[in-house]
């Protein structure tokens, strides 16, 4: 896809079941919620997430916290399943020892969609963020360094995980709007896992 992003498709094609389980189980306990930019704006995908730091945003600006803001409790843990998945994808795409201690996992319908930006609030930028995506199919649109630079399209499909890194990790990027459709197993719904080292 880019320098240091690689597109696997299909890579979580066997896992999809457990992990859209596995995400049944943490949204029991932390529900998805459409969080507010810095400048009051509410978001059109519903987040939540698991692992030991969470990615919220909210007026004071986008930040990990250890607590979730709606229940006042840690977020759920990990799945291992999740867990799993990301380091062997990491492994295979060269990130050896990828060890995630974060999960936001974004829920789109159709309409949702995510405008352009770059992931910075992660302390170590030479672990990779590993994305898998399952669901309706999304846009997934890729730049560079620079917000005006041109972004490319790609299409994500269910089951296909994406690593980003290395020079590539503080590129802008965003997805279209979703379009309508029917996934057999989750509907009109787009899930995208983004697993991450954030501490
Ligand atoms: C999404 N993904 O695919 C949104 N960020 O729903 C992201 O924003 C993203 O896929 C960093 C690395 C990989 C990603
Ligand atoms: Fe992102």
Not at 83 to 91: E, H, I, P
Request: with cysteine; glycine share 12%; proline share 5%.
């Amino acid at each position: 896809m880019g320098p240091g992003a690689i597109h696997l498709r299909g890579f979580a094609e066997e896992a999809a079941g457990a992990l859209v389980q596995a995400i049944r189980e943490v949204e029991a306990r932390a529900p998805f919620r459409r969080m507010t930019t810095r400048r009051g704006f509410k978001m059109s995908v519903g987040m939540t997430n698991c692992g030991r730091y969470g990615w919220i945003s909210d007026r004071e600006g986008y930040r990990y916290s250890e607590i979730d803001p709606v229940s006042g409790h840690s977020w759920p843990a990990l799945p291992t399943t999740v867990r799993d998945l990301a380091v062997a994808a990491a492994a295979e795409a060269g990130y050896v020892g990828f060890d995630p201690d974060a999960c936001l996992v974004n829920r789109y319908e159709p309409g949702s969609g995510l405008a352009l930006h770059q992931d910075r609030n992660e302390r170590d930028a030479t672990a990779p963020i590993v994305s898998v995506s399952l669901g309706l199919p999304a846009t997934f649109l890729f730049g560079g360094l620079d917000r005006k630079l041109r972004a490319s399209r790609t299409t994500l499909r269910h089951g296909d995980v994406v690593v980003w890194g290395g020079l590539s990790r503080f590129f802008f990027h965003g997805v279209l709007r979703l379009g309508e459709g029917q996934h057999e197993t989750l509907g009109r719904t787009r899930i995208n896992l983004t697993v991450r080292r954030a501490g």
